[in-house]
T-cell receptor, first 114, second 116 residues
Framework: NAGVMQNPRHLVRRRGQEARLRCSPM?????VYWYRQLPEEGLKFMVY????????ESGMPKERFSAEFPKEGPSILRIQQVVRGDSAAYFC????????????FGDGTRLSIL | AQTVTQSQPEMSVQEAETVTLSCTYD???????LFWYKQPPSRQMILVIR??????QNATENRFSVNFQKAAKSFSLKISDSQLGDTAMYFC?????????????FGKGITLSVRP
């Protein structure tokens, strides 16, 4: 039973390029969360999605960041026109339902901006 | 809004000894969940233990146990018989119960080093 799969594991982009991070939740999980971890910091919530719906994007920067979780395929976190400050580890987590189920995390994508 | 505070940035313990990691939180919720996650150098996020706020009994998982003090909003993690593989960052996290959003709120973490 595969866990949460994130790819790529490492992503290098130059300033101004676009970054696309992918997350496939655990089998049977329909809730996806994205978190960002800056160096020497804890994880910060970005966005919560269910299939085809954004439920809570209160942690997403207002510009350049977007997320989707289509009916088919993985969840995508997209960062347009990346800047140095976007360098971080981005973690995806999934759960089968809200409230009382612990979230299972992927291994993260480490984004480096040159 | 919920906040989670881990005031100790790092700790060190001798192998086979016991260590306690502190965590406090602030919330107006009555029902919620608390977690400890471990992040080893590989950077995976591994669930160590969880506690439901409505349960008075402290959770235990093998060598890991918590001291949950709801009135004091304190949630410490005790690691007994520390092993070299316990070396990692440890994050305390809060999650509201019920409702449409179960996002986690994390503390800043504590770096634990186990000395041989």
């Amino acid at each position: 039973n595969a866990g949460v799969m994130q790819n790529p594991r490492h992503l290098v982009r130059r300033r101004g390029q676009e970054a696309r991070l992918r997350c496939s939740p655990m089998k049977g999980h329909s809730h996806v969360y994205w978190y960002r971890q800056l160096p020497e910091e804890g994880l910060k919530f970005m966005v919560y999605l269910q299939k085809e719906n954004i439920i809570d994007e209160s942690g997403m920067p207002k510009e350049r960041f977007s997320a989707e979780f289509p009916k088919e395929g993985p969840s995508i976190l997209r960062i347009q026109q990346v800047v140095r400050g976007d360098s971080a580890a981005y973690f995806c987590a999934s759960s089968p339902q809200t409230s009382n189920q612990p979230q299972h995390f992927g291994d993260g994508t480490r984004l480096s901006i040159l | 809004a919920q906040t989670v505070t881990q005031s100790q940035p790092e700790m060190s313990v001798q192998e086979a000894e016991t260590v306690t990691l502190s965590c406090t939180y602030d919330t107006s919720e009555n029902n919620y969940y608390l977690f400890w996650y471990k992040q080893p150098p590989s950077r995976q996020m591994i669930l160590v233990i969880r506690q439901e706020a409505y349960k008075q009994q402290n959770a235990t998982e093998n060598r890991f146990s918590v001291n949950f003090q709801k009135a004091a909003k304190s949630f410490s993690l005790k690691i007994s018989d520390s092993q070299l593989g316990d070396t990692a960052m440890y994050f305390c996290a809060f999650m509201k119960q019920a409702g449409a959003n179960s996002k986690l709120t994390f503390g800043k973490g504590i770096t634990l080093s186990v000395r041989p």
